[in-house]
């Protein structure tokens, strides 16, 4: 079944340690994005990719990084500098880089940094 | 800056009530409108969109009409089940450049039998 995954499902981490968390979609899809979700907010963009080796700020990106090394994969990493990491991330991918088209959502990973 | 807003949650319904969740949008232009849906522990999927004026999405009994004199989108079923019980996101994301997609708050229905 074509997809995205994101792992872990959950994640729990000390607070100044970096931590990386991934996504990897097998829909051949351009582009691939990035969300923060806060209870009781809406999703905000962290970064988003339109091609491999390619990416750029979104709202929030500060205390993030991304890589894009390959089509399927984007990971996220959170680093020390993000003063309020925990929350559920979301990473999502569409077939083109502009338009109306659907964006697909992996299941989210919940991080707590303790 | 473009927005979206909802009407508050936590929304209660008992099953087989009409729904309306409201949603309005500010925009330069006209930007194309989307209804996701969020069911508990999951990530969002696409219910509904509209990409021009007075569109209308539908989808699993949703249905959504896109009001540019209103900048409004919002979403109705008229009679919802248990299973319609998820949090819904109002967005907006232009069809020119990047898309990126701006999301209202969310608002939480839940159904009762």
């Known amino acids: 079944d074509g997809g995205i995954t994101q792992s872990p499902k959950y994640l729990f981490r000390k607070e100044g340690q970096n931590v990386t968390l991934s996504c990897e979609q097998n829909?051949?899809?351009?582009?691939m994005y990035w969300y923060r979700q806060d209870p009781g907010q809406g999703l905000r963009l962290i970064y988003y990719s339109q091609i491999v080796n390619d990416f750029q700020k979104g709202d929030i990106a500060e205390g993030y990084s991304v890589s894009r090394e390959k089509k399927e994969s984007f990971p996220l990493t959170v680093t020390s500098a993000q003063k309020n990491p925990t929350a559920f991330y979301l990473c999502?991918?569409?077939?083109?880089?502009?338009?109306?088209?659907?964006?697909?959502f992996g299941p989210g990973t919940r991080l707590t940094v303790l | 800056g473009d927005s979206v807003t909802q009407m508050e949650g936590p929304v209660t319904l008992s099953e087989e009530a009409f729904l309306t969740i409201n949603c309005t949008y500010t925009a330069t232009g006209y930007p194309s409108l989307f209804w996701y849906v969020q069911y508990p522990g999951e990530g969002l999927q696409l219910l509904l969109k509209a990409t021009k004026a007075d569109d209308k999405g539908s989808n699993k009994g949703f249905e959504a009409t896109y009001r540019k004199e209103t900048t409004s989108f919002h979403l109705e079923k008229g009679s919802v089940q248990v299973s319609d019980s998820a949090v819904y996101f109002c967005?907006?994301?232009?069809?020119?450049?990047?898309?990126?997609?701006?999301f209202g708050q969310g608002t939480r229905l839940t159904i009762n039998p």
């Open positions: 999502a991918s569409s077939i083109r880089t502009s338009g109306a088209d659907e964006q697909f």
């Open positions: 967005a907006l994301s232009w069809s020119q450049g990047a898309q990126k997609l701006v």
């Open positions: 829909l051949n899809h351009d582009a």
